[in-house]
């Protein structure tokens, strides 16, 4: 069968230049990591003893053989420091790393690197009574065994607990923060089928992108755009050759600047199709996409497009947003992150503190880790006192000058919309407003669930992420693991938040007040309602997420597609896509 | 190159008065880079790249001949760190017995900068 290596619903071409090879273990499937079998730590036998002398004197007695260099033993339940096994490498690298810092690496093995997953986890995992204390020896491989190190439990949605357990090597780890900006188009795609007839269609385009630039007067693609082909190849009924999949691959994850490829188009309403050439440039995701005043019978409404929280210059971008809202004499604020997969959480603390003021945050939390039981007062990773994160009323010296004031609207009331893709630090910020009492109102879907968190650890090469914190906001509630979901959802599982179901609107512009989200907000906002019926459903141009079986392919299996659509982490780049051929 | 008071390490475990306990120091005064050229700014990251014990340094933009503090950027969120809890470190830039020092502010450690161009902050 031939493959299509895609992204998931929230790839953005920009951001996937690399083949992904981080190894989610979510949904149970395992990775194909190359996996270094280690050589077992057997100790060299020492050398034979001498054959027997001749002559009359005795030779002195040779040296008692050194000892086995044995490794750590196993004692359940006995747990050694894992500062004792850690840098302790069946593999030494030498050198220094993509940030100019040495290589930690001894020389050790393959079993204390077992050794540190297993005390590294009994330290600082979230729950660490619930993992089954295996013995290292038993395994030969570091990802086997660490794919053992979480719980196996489920939640009362049948989920698993913890869905958030996966590595990646440290090398990828390291590139991938430190690559800012990548050759893209910048468009987000949304892949609705995989299989032919395949629907892949535009999100959102980043502004001052190759994707928004103008093309005989209109952006060469928009919101809801629908790719029918690429350099002549049918995307939607063709590409039935591997050599072909490949082509459509690399022409929508470029890898050089300046790389051109022709598309074929039709937009959203349109019964024409559009030809257009896309040249890749270096694409940095901007924070806040675009943001407006709405003018309404009840005053104006701030609405903000806000796409992540992770570069740094998001602090400076959402103040600036803010500023100018604040300028316009806002009464209400709607906040788009239904494509918002979280990033840094002091920054969606300042984003809390803006919304809602001093006089509703002062002195209170906005978020609180929650460790393990054995972690007391402490945070177990970083060994800090753990005072809670409050709502950061100044810059913090991301892109703002530290200590800056900063702008402030005061509502009591803020709509959020969200998809399955509102995640993490975005669900953080419903969360920690929640905990103050300020009415968030969500508007869309379910949010994905993640109230948790890590330090990624590295040791030897590898970089592993478990789950070591949970969120939980100044009520002391975190427990939100089937996500956010608004008042009339049908989600049995997830929390209720006042607000309307509405499905994701690829037939308008994102801020275009007639897109079904935004549109629900606006009338919420004026009249307490929901939409009787899920707009886009009935719109010619709204679309869900299909993953039945084709006439002409196999079921759709995206494992980034799962993550994304059923309350999972957003932010796996990469699926598979069969030509179903 | 770090020193600490032993004041600074009690108030910087209890994480209370870390910063004032230091700076009660007699012979500490607040400051600021005497020039922010190319060289004293590589000395700066230099210092702090020994306090931090990271080769590469990004500190936050500021004008550092009128600013007593320095920011230091964490490393950026991996793509998958989707609740970081990242954050600048900030350090004040003192004068210790004549010599431009660096004191973190959430642990109270301090650590000289020999050839860091320094003054005393006016005002």
Not at chain 1, 211 to 221: C, I, T, V
Not at chain 1, 442 to 454: E, H, Q, S, V
Not at chain 1, 462 to 473: A, D, L, M, P, R
Not at chain 2, 78 to 90: I, Y
Request: net charge negative; proline share 8%; charged share 15%.
């Amino acid at each position: 069968m031939a493959c299509l290596t895609l992204n998931a619903l929230q790839f953005t071409m920009e951001a996937s230049q690399s083949e992904e090879t981080v190894h989610m273990r979510k949904d149970g499937v395992l990775s194909h990591l190359k996996i270094w079998l280690a050589a077992s730590a057997v100790a060299l036998a020492p050398a034979c003893g001498g054959g027997g002398g001749s002559g009359g004197a005795s030779p002195p007695p040779p040296p008692p053989p050194p000892p086995a260099a044995a490794g750590p033993t196993w004692t359940q339940g006995v747990y050694a420091s894992a500062s004792t096994f850690a840098d302790k490498c069946q593999v030494v690298r030498t050198g220094v790393d993509i940030e100019g810092n040495a290589f930690p690496d001894q020389a050790g093995s393959v079993l204390q690197e077992m050794f540190w997953l297993r005390s590294w986890t009994h330290e600082t995992y979230l729950w660490p009574d619930e993992v089954t204390d295996r013995n290292p020896s038993t395994y030969t491989d570091r990802i086997a065994y660490f794919d053992t190190q979480k719980t196996f439990a489920t939640t009362a949605s049948g989920e698993n607990k913890d869905d958030f357990h996966f590595n990646q090597t440290t090398e990828e780890y390291l590139e991938q923060r430190n690559s800012t900006a990548v050759p893209g188009y910048g468009a987000a795609f949304a892949v609705f089928s995989s299989t032919p007839p395949r629907d892949i269609r535009i999100r959102y385009t980043e502004p001052g992108s190759p994707a928004s630039e103008s093309s005989l007067g209109q952006p060469k693609l928009v919101r809801g755009s629908r790719i029918l082909q690429i350099d002549g190849i049918d995307v939607v009924n063709g590409a039935g050759t591997q050599a072909q999949v490949d082509q459509l691959n690399r022409a929508l994850s470029p890898q050089t600047v300046g790389e051109q490829h022709d598309f074929v188009v039709r937009d959203p309403g349109s019964s024409t199709d559009r030809a257009i050439s896309l040249a890749a440039a270096n694409i940095a995701p901007k924070p806040v996409n675009r943001f407006s005043t709405i003018d309404t019978s009840a005053g104006k409404v701030g609405y903000v497009l806000f796409n992540t929280f992770s570069p740094f210059a998001s602090e400076k971008d959402l103040a600036d947003t803010i500023t100018s809202l604040k300028a316009s004499d806002i009464n209400d604020l709607v906040l788009d992150l239904r494509y918002n997969g979280g990033g840094l959480l002091a920054v969606s603390s300042q984003l809390g503190y803006m919304v809602a003021g001093p006089a509703r945050t002062q002195n209170r939390a906005f978020e609180q880790l929650r460790f393990n039981a054995a972690a007391g007062s402490r945070n177990p990773v970083t060994g800090a006192f753990n005072d809670p994160i409050p709502f950061y009323s100044t810059g913090l010296g991301f892109s703002l000058t530290d200590g800056q004031p900063l702008p402030r609207l005061d509502l009591p009331r803020v709509y959020i919309l969200t998809t399955a893709l509102t995640c993490s630090a975005s669900e953080a910020l419903v969360n920690g407003l929640r905990g103050v009492d300020v009415d968030a109102v969500l508007i869309g879907d379910t949010t994905c669930g993640k109230p948790f968190g890590f330090y990624p650890a590295s040791n030897c090469g590898e970089t592993y992420y478990s789950i070591q914190f949970q969120g939980v906001n100044d009520k002391g509630f975190g427990d939100y693991t089937d996500g956010f979901t608004p008042q009339n959802s049908s989600n049995a599982f997830a929390v209720k938040a006042p607000g309307c179901t509405v499905a994701d609107d690829f037939s308008r512009e994102l801020g275009d007040t007639s897109e079904a989200l935004l549109a629900a907000a606006l009338q919420h906002r004026l009249d307490g309602t929901c939409p009787a019926v899920p707009v886009s459903s009935q719109s010619p141009q709204s679309m869900s997420v299909s993953k039945a079986t084709t006439a002409d392919g196999p079921p759709l299996e995206l494992p980034g597609q799962s993550l994304s659509e059923t309350n999972r982490d957003m932010s796996m780049p990469r699926t598979k896509w069969s030509t179903g051929r | 190159m770090i020193r600490r008071t032993p004041l600074c390490y009690i108030f910087a475990s209890l994480s209370l008065f870390a910063l004032p306990a230091c700076q009660t120091h007699a012979d500490m005064t607040p400051a600021t880079l005497t020039t922010a050229n190319a060289a004293n700014i590589s000395i700066l990251k230099a210092a702090l790249g020994d306090a931090m014990g990271r080769a590469n340094i990004e500190i936050a933009a500021a004008d550092l001949t009128t600013a007593t503090h320095v920011s230091v950027l964490p490393p950026p969120p991996g793509k998958f760190e989707t609740h970081s809890v990242a954050m600048p470190v900030a350090f004040d830039i003192v004068l210790d017995d004549g010599v431009c020092t660096l004191v973190r502010r959430d642990t109270g450690e301090r650590h000289a900068a020999p050839g860091l161009a320094c003054r005393p902050a006016k005002g």
